[in-house]
């Protein structure tokens, strides 16, 4: 056997004694903080911040947004159609009143931060301050985000977005002022860092041509996406339509959702706003969070690739029942897109966007895949609440289009989530604004320890 076979070998012998100590240790770890589950009914712990009815736990105040999915009648909830609301305007107002202008991403964008909608003046001064702070430089650009590219994209966007800390000449300065600079600049810079951290991914793990675009002066940012990710860098004023709605409705969603609690969790212990914004992207990358869309899509993928006829609702039905009973699909037995902690009858995000992901289907020539997800939404809601014995009604929440919507617009699954993000980015950046604004303490919920004190014995007696 030659030297170098034989170093292989105690490579692979190495490799394999580790894995068994790791084995060992995992299965260590597992025996040493499992909980007794009945633990957190004896002490009433809200679990997830969570009341036993599932209402979340009230932990701040806040005036961005408001979140309704029941009325108050002689003290009594009573399920209602949802609403959403953005500093007291509610959204489906909002989306009625840019009927004949073409984008509204970036008034949402004032309106969350300032909290009243802008003049048609103060909305071209603050459209020519966002153009300005989108540049990223080709330095940033060659030197951190084509640097150790992956496929996760939003890993790629916490590590730009951690970097552009070194780039502040006032990174830790958090006055309203500099926040309000930093948090202007993240929000017009996050685009332009998921396209391009995506491009990287493709060249450098694919081998695809590499093409960087600027973006344009004068478009808006739904449109400058389309134009930074296409190879052509063209686009239908119905696809960027979409893709600016698909942005306002995911721009804030109250201050409990897991991302911003984040941001207010992360902005209250004093740090800076890269650190606070790096934060709320880990949280929103887990497919608990932001990654539902993804899991919607692969269910349809799934339903399509079992489904003989899709107009056919015994079949489709039938499907449903068996991915209801994990006979199906991911075998969770869970029908991805459907249900919402807070919304009932209906989520007002998916109504509206609904509504665009229709128009751009008949565009796109793909109304049999939208009659589809219609019909699942049709069914999944009556099956679901017979299956788990519940009499809350259960909606279809906006991750039920809004992948539909980005696979229709030509946007790649890695970006999925980064869209979410780049959409949310007002919303924590109001809620960041918000908490150093008017909190003048750390959050720091309690924790009961349920464990056993013991003594100490040297290492000779264990």
């Given at each position: 056997m030659s030297e170098e076979e034989l170093k292989m070998e105690e490579t692979a012998q190495v490799g394999e004694e580790l894995k068994a100590d790791m084995q060992v240790l995992e299965q260590e770890l597992l025996k040493s903080h499992r909980i007794n589950p009945n633990l957190y009914i004896e002490y009433d712990v809200k679990r997830g911040?969570?009341?036993s009815a599932g209402k979340g736990v009230l932990t701040g105040l806040t005036e961005i947004s408001d979140v309704s999915g029941y009325e108050l009648v002689n003290g009594r909830q009573i399920p209602a159609e949802g609403a959403l609301y953005y500093q007291g305007i509610n959204v489906r107002e909002?989306?009625?009143g840019l009927r004949g202008r073409r984008y509204g991403f970036e008034e949402t964008?004032?309106?969350?931060?300032?909290g009243r909608l802008p003049s048609q003046k103060e909305l071209d001064r603050f459209l020519d301050v966002l153009f300005d702070l989108q540049e990223l430089g080709g330095r940033f650009?060659?030197?951190v985000v084509m640097k150790a590219s992956n496929e996760n994209i939003m890993n790629s966007m916490q590590r730009c977005v951690l970097t552009l800390?070194?780039?502040?000449d006032n990174p830790?300065?958090?006055s309203a002022g500099n926040v309000l600079r930093q948090c202007l600049e993240l929000i017009c810079k996050l685009p332009l860092i998921a396209v391009y951290s995506y491009h990287a991914y493709r060249h450098f793990r694919k081998d695809e041509t590499l093409f960087i675009r600027n973006p344009q002066k004068g478009l808006s940012l739904a449109e400058n996406i389309l134009v930074m990710l296409r190879p052509d860098g063209k686009y239908t004023e119905l696809e960027a339509k979409v893709l600016d709605i698909a942005l306002v409705l995911h721009a804030e969603h109250g201050g409990g959702n897991n991302s911003t609690f984040t941001t207010h969790v992360v902005t209250s212990s004093g740090t800076d706003t890269y650190s606070s914004v790096a934060a709320s992207i880990g949280s929103l990358k887990g497919p608990r969070h932001g990654g539902a869309n993804l899991k919607v899509?692969?269910?349809f993928a799934d339903i399509k690739a079992n489904v003989q006829n899709w107009a056919d609702e015994e079949e489709v039905s039938a499907y449903l029942q068996k991915i209801l009973n994990k006979e199906a699909f991911d075998r969770s037995g869970l029908i991805y897109g459907m249900g919402h902690a807070v919304y009932t009858l209906s989520d007002p995000r998916e109504v509206i966007l609904k509504d665009f992901a229709k128009k751009l289907a008949e565009e796109k020539g793909m109304s049999d895949e939208f009659a589809l997800y219609d019909l699942v939404e049709h069914l999944a809601g009556e099956q679901i609440m017979k299956k788990k014995k519940i009499f809350k009604n259960v909606c279809a929440n906006v991750d039920f289009y809004s992948g539909f919507v980005y696979s229709m617009l030509g946007i790649p699954e890695e970006l999925f989530t980064p869209i979410f993000a780049i959409a949310r980015m007002p919303g924590w950046c109001a809620h960041r604004l918000e908490e150093l604004i008017n909190a003048s303490k750390i959050i720091r919920p309690a924790y009961k320890y349920v464990g056993t004190h013991t003594d100490f014995h040297p290492i000779e007696e264990r």
């Open positions: 911040l969570r009341d909002l989306i009625k964008i004032y309106l969350l931060l300032f650009v060659r030197d800390y070194t780039y502040d830790e300065d958090i899509q692969n269910m």
